[in-house]
């Protein structure tokens, strides 16, 4: 069975970071895109940012360009992000999701991930 854990969400004042991360299990993931999405109270699921297989490939938001930094490590088959300069317009439930298929390029749509994340609460205070 697969499951997506993700943490480091919490509590940080404008201009702070955070880093989240995402842990995947029941399968190997070395081979597929990794991506995070947000969601913020009252809005739609947004994304945020993806990464290819090969790390060849990055994706952003241009909310988030320049701000935030995906990465992954796949021989812990997990997914970071390193949130810099957040503002309280991040404020959002993050949910990391994997997509099932191999070596597809990195996706902002969310139709294009099967296997998603509870989600991790990140709180942006002015």
């Known amino acids: 069975q697969v499951q997506l854990v993700e943490s480091g969400g919490g509590l940080v004042q404008a201009g702070g970071s955070l880093r989240l991360s995402c842990a995947a299990s029941?399968?190997?993931?070395?081979?597929?895109?990794m991506g995070w999405f947000r969601q913020a109270p009252g809005k739609e699921r947004e994304f945020v940012a993806a990464?290819?297989?090969?790390?060849?490939?990055?994706r952003y938001a241009d909310s988030v360009k320049g701000r935030f930094t995906i990465s992954r490590d796949n021989t812990k088959d997990t997914v970071y992000l390193q949130m810099d300069g957040l503002k309280p317009e991040d404020t959002a439930v993050y949910y990391c999701?994997?997509?099932?298929?191999?070596?597809?390029?990195?996706?902002?749509?969310?139709?294009?991930?099967?296997?998603w994340g509870q989600g991790t609460q990140v709180t942006v205070s002015a």
């Open positions: 990464i290819s297989w090969s790390v060849s490939q990055t």
């Open positions: 999701a994997v997509d099932r298929s191999w070596y597809r390029a990195a996706s902002s749509l969310a139709s294009d991930y099967d296997y």
């Open positions: 029941g399968r190997t993931f070395s081979r597929s895109t």
